[in-house]
């Protein structure tokens, strides 16, 4: 038995910088500067997803400094930045809703031990195999529900408890629209537009930043001049009004049964971390052209979301913006990821208590334009003029995310494109049954030496099913149901020609076998043609090799033709 190395699937990125013994004060300058403005821009995102998410704004800033600072140590990528992303916004507002801040602890350390799991079992380049319109699908549908779960704030609609639902949530801002607030609508369109016409100053400052510096003070001015009061981080979380303590490690009261009704949840965090930041990766890859490590990623991210929960903090995986922002403003390495952190904990530590007085509306104006950056409603057009059935897998996965739950939509959108694969995979094989005259082309390299064009005679008492496609679950039941419908008096021999199979599975080899045996009770041979190496090995593994008789298995249609012949003629 292979001997498990623990080096081949974890390499940190940070360990290869300094091992090359090649980093100088030139790039560790430039470490700093990224990882500066990248704290910056972080900045005022932590505390917007942390909010959205149904938990403190300190909770959001310190995922960004632990996982931040984590990720960048232990990941396989040179410039990803870990921390909250507007991706966790709705399971973490569910998990809170249903389960309190306990369960969401318990949900992302499980989330944390399935990411360190999949990396040690190398599933990081898996990942990457999940269907195109699954991603866009789950991506605009988040999109839709964070643009959904601001519209309070952002209108300034006084509503006691606001539903986490999508549709109950609509219904509650319809029913209460006549407590539209016009000021806070101003502040937050202000806000908005600023956001959005900032980068055209410049783009090393981020428009989130400026807009809630503006927004801060045209609140405090307007509130101390003019008497209208705005919404704000104080008026939410009061208790920052007092000041900010260094959060301790807690541990969570972890049951059975809390581990068993959370691992749904947590499965949905693992799979949209390992997705998000995995992907984040591959463009920074493109961008840079340097490799990450998918495995060591997975098991960095996994390490971050178990320890980032015992500080207070909420999941956390790669995030695309803050990394390309990373590499834009001259990131180098891991460095850069691990000096935003601490610039966050700086921030964390001194400007926190000034946070109390940043407008609600503010921060919705900013996830807004974060839900509209994530709609990718360009992508989501282009897939509609598709193929049908990713149109489907892409509506399916849409609407159940908005409607119902990301879990689900996540799940069965899965489900649905493996359908899917396994139909087109079952229309583009077949089974026939070949003509008395045919043509035999070059079955394998043993052969070759055979003229491409060749007519071959199929005897009396012969007949030849071929195979064209891998023969598995999806393709099986086809030869039973050829042989059912074909009846051929006085039939010998069957061959079966597999020269276009290049694998099979039990299913298969199942159904093989009992084609085999109904043809023994009918005094009936069966030849296997055109068998590949590595077909020939799955049958000599199940046994089946040397039930039928390896005097029966032949790599080319011409000698199991002659056998065939050989025996319709006794």
Same mark, same amino acid.
């Given at each position: 038995?292979?001997?498990?190395?623990?080096?081949?699937?974890?390499?940190?990125?940070?360990?290869?910088?300094?091992?090359?013994?090649?980093?100088?004060?030139?790039?560790?300058?430039?470490?700093?500067?990224?990882?500066?403005?990248?704290?910056?821009?972080?900045?005022?995102?932590?505390?917007?997803?942390?909010?959205?998410?149904?938990?403190?704004?300190?909770? /959001?800033?310190?995922? =960004?400094?632990?996982? +931040?600072?984590?990720? #960048? @140590? !232990?990941?396989?990528?040179?410039?990803? $930045?870990?921390?909250?992303?507007?991706?966790?916004?709705?399971?973490?507002?569910?998990?809170?809703?249903?389960?309190?801040?306990?369960?969401?602890?318990?949900?992302?350390?499980?989330?944390?031990?399935?990411?360190?799991?999949?990396?040690?079992?190398?599933?990081?380049?898996?990942?990457?195999?999940?269907?195109?319109?699954?991603?866009?699908?789950?991506?605009?549908?988040?999109?839709?529900?964070?643009?959904?779960?601001?519209?309070?704030?952002?209108?300034?609609?006084?509503?006691?408890?606001?539903?986490?639902?999508?549709?109950?949530?609509?219904?509650?801002?319809?029913?209460?629209?006549?407590?539209?607030?016009?000021?806070?609508?101003?502040?937050?369109?202000?806000?908005?537009?600023?956001?959005?016409?900032?980068?055209?100053?410049?783009?090393?400052?981020? /428009?989130?930043?400026? =807009?809630?510096?503006? +927004?801060?003070?045209? #609140? @405090? !001015?307007?509130?101390?001049?003019?008497? $209208?009061?705005?919404?704000?981080?104080?008026?939410?979380?009061?208790?920052?009004?007092?000041?900010?303590?260094?959060?301790?490690?807690?541990?969570?009261?972890?049951?059975?049964?809390?581990?068993?009704?959370?691992?749904?949840?947590?499965?949905?965090?693992?799979?949209?971390?390992?997705?998000?930041?995995?992907?984040?990766?591959?463009?920074?890859?493109?961008?840079?052209?340097?490799?990450?490590?998918?495995?060591?990623?997975?098991?960095?991210?996994?390490?971050?979301?178990?320890?980032?929960?015992?500080?207070?903090?909420?999941?956390?995986?790669?995030?695309?913006?803050?990394?390309?922002?990373?590499?834009?403003?001259?990131?180098?390495?891991?460095?850069?990821?691990?000096?935003?952190?601490?610039?966050?904990?700086?921030?964390?530590?001194?400007?926190?208590?000034?946070?109390?007085?940043?407008?609600?509306?503010?921060?919705?104006?900013? @996830?807004?334009?974060?839900?509209?950056?994530?709609?990718?409603?360009?992508?989501?057009?282009?897939?509609?003029?598709?193929?049908?059935?990713?149109?489907?897998?892409?509506?399916?996965?849409?609407?159940?995310?908005?409607?119902?739950?990301?879990?689900?939509?996540?799940?069965?959108?899965?489900?649905?494109?493996?359908?899917?694969?396994?139909?087109?995979?079952?229309?583009?094989?077949?089974?026939?049954?070949?003509?008395?005259?045919?043509?035999?082309?070059?079955?394998?390299?043993?052969?070759?030496?055979?003229?491409?064009?060749?007519?071959?005679?199929?005897?009396?008492?012969?007949?030849?099913?071929?195979?064209?496609?891998?023969?598995?679950?999806?393709?099986?039941?086809?030869?039973?149901?050829?042989?059912?419908?074909?009846?051929?008096?006085?039939?010998?021999?069957?061959?079966?020609?597999?020269?276009?199979?290049?694998?099979?599975?039990?299913?298969?080899?199942?159904?093989?076998?009992?084609?085999?045996?109904?043809?023994?009770?009918?005094?009936?041979?069966?030849?296997?043609?055109?068998?590949?190496?590595?077909?020939?090995?799955?049958?000599?593994?199940?046994?089946?090799?040397?039930?039928?008789?390896?005097?029966?298995?032949?790599?080319?249609?011409?000698?199991?033709?002659?056998?065939?012949?050989?025996?319709?003629?006794?």
């Amino acid at each position: 038995m292979a001997k498990f190395n623990l080096a081949e699937v974890f390499q940190p990125k940070i360990l290869e910088v300094f091992k090359k013994g090649n980093y100088t004060k030139e790039t560790f300058t430039a470490d700093l500067i990224a990882g500066i403005i990248v704290g910056i821009i972080a900045l005022p995102l932590a505390i917007a997803f942390g909010i959205a998410s149904g938990v403190s704004p300190q909770q /959001g800033l310190i995922t =960004a400094v632990v996982a +931040g600072f984590l990720v #960048s @140590l !232990l990941g396989g990528s040179h410039f990803l $930045i870990g921390g909250p992303t507007g991706a966790f916004i709705v399971i973490v507002y569910g998990i809170v809703a249903q389960y309190g801040i306990s369960g969401l602890i318990i949900a992302t350390v499980l989330a944390g031990v399935i990411l360190v799991l999949m990396g040690l079992f190398k599933l990081g380049s898996i990942i990457k195999f999940i269907p195109y319109p699954i991603v866009v699908g789950f991506t605009s549908g988040i999109a839709v529900v964070i643009f959904s779960t601001q519209v309070k704030d952002f209108l300034g609609l006084t509503i006691e408890n606001l539903p986490s639902e999508f549709i109950p949530q609509w219904s509650a801002y319809f029913s209460h629209l006549n407590t539209f607030n016009p000021a806070e609508f101003l502040l937050s369109l202000g806000c908005l537009l600023i956001i959005i016409f900032w980068p055209k100053v410049t783009n090393k400052v981020p /428009g989130s930043l400026i =807009a809630i510096i503006v +927004g801060t003070a045209a #609140s @405090l !001015l307007l509130a101390n001049y003019a008497g $209208i009061e705005f919404a704000t981080i104080g008026s939410k979380f009061p208790e920052l009004a007092n000041g900010i303590e260094i959060p301790k490690p807690t541990a969570p009261n972890i049951t059975w049964d809390t581990v068993q009704s959370m691992f749904q949840p947590a499965f949905t965090i693992a799979l949209l971390c390992a997705i998000e930041s995995l992907l984040a990766a591959m463009v920074a890859d493109g961008v840079t052209g340097k490799k990450h490590n998918s495995n060591t990623e997975l098991i960095g991210q996994g390490v971050a979301n178990i320890i980032t929960p015992f500080f207070g903090g909420i999941p956390a995986t790669g995030a695309l913006a803050r990394t390309m922002a990373n590499i834009n403003n001259g990131g180098k390495s891991p460095v850069a990821g691990i000096v935003h952190a601490i610039v966050l904990l700086l921030i964390f530590l001194f400007l926190m208590p000034y946070a109390v007085y940043i407008p609600l509306g503010c921060l919705a104006a900013i @996830l807004v334009m974060v839900a509209y950056n994530m709609s990718e409603w360009r992508t989501f057009k282009y897939l509609l003029k598709g193929d049908k059935s990713d149109v489907a897998v892409l509506l399916i996965t849409f609407f159940l995310t908005v409607i119902i739950d990301l879990t689900v939509a996540i799940e069965v959108g899965l489900v649905l494109a493996i359908i899917l694969f396994v139909k087109r995979i079952s229309e583009t094989s077949s089974v026939k049954v070949m003509q008395e005259e045919f043509v035999a082309g070059t079955e394998n390299e043993e052969m070759a030496q055979l003229s491409d064009v060749e007519h071959l005679i199929v005897p009396d008492g012969v007949e030849i099913y071929e195979i064209d496609g891998p023969f598995f679950f999806g393709l099986a039941s086809k030869l039973d149901e050829v042989d059912r419908e074909n009846n051929k008096k006085g039939l010998k021999v069957r061959i079966i020609r597999m020269r276009k199979v290049p694998f099979i599975d039990s299913t298969g080899q199942n159904n093989l076998r009992n084609l085999w045996k109904r043809a023994q009770g009918e005094n009936v041979q069966i030849i296997l043609s055109g068998v590949t190496e590595k077909v020939h090995a799955s049958l000599r593994k199940s046994g089946f090799a040397n039930e039928i008789g390896e005097d029966y298995i032949f790599p080319h249609i011409i000698p199991a033709l002659a056998k065939a012949t050989e025996l319709a003629e006794k």
